[in-house]
Nanobody, 120 residues
Framework: QVQLVESGGGLVQPGGSLRLSCAASGSIVRDNTMGWYRQAPGKQRELVATIFSRGGTTYASSVKGRVTISRDSVKNTVYLQMNSLKPEDTAVYYC??????????????WGQGTQVTVSS
């Protein structure tokens, strides 16, 4: 079973920074597509950033230029560096891995989430 554990969330003032971490089991980070999602109360879960096994990245337009997704394959950890935080960034942030199965289907695994609150 894939295990993902997020950390690094907390309360931060607008304009501040946080670095979220996602510690994964095995070689998940190196070999698979990893993503950060977030979900605010009353809203759908949305994709924030993705890093692919070959190193390519994508970002949601709402955070582009303010966040950076990266990985450390030795530590088997994915990071989300968040700068210039805004109140609308307040949400529970989830780590995700997407694995391609032999049947040709994708299997998603999720961490438990870490709360980010941006407020004065």
């Amino acid at each position: 079973q894939v295990q993902l554990v997020e950390s690094g969330g907390g309360l931060v003032q607008p304009g501040g920074s946080l670095r979220l971490s996602c510690a994964a089991s095995g070689s998940i980070v190196r070999d698979n597509t990893m993503g950060w999602y977030r979900q605010a109360p009353g809203k759908q879960r949305e994709l924030v950033a993705t890093i692919f096994s070959r190193g390519g990245t994508t970002y949601a337009s709402s955070v582009k230029g303010r966040v950076t997704i990266s990985r450390d394959s030795v530590k088997n950890t994915v990071y989300l560096q968040m700068n210039s935080l805004k109140p609308e960034d307040t949400a529970v942030y989830y780590c995700n891995v997407k694995e391609l199965q032999r049947a040709g289907t994708w299997r998603d695994s999720w961490g438990q989430g870490t709360q980010v609150t941006v407020s004065s």
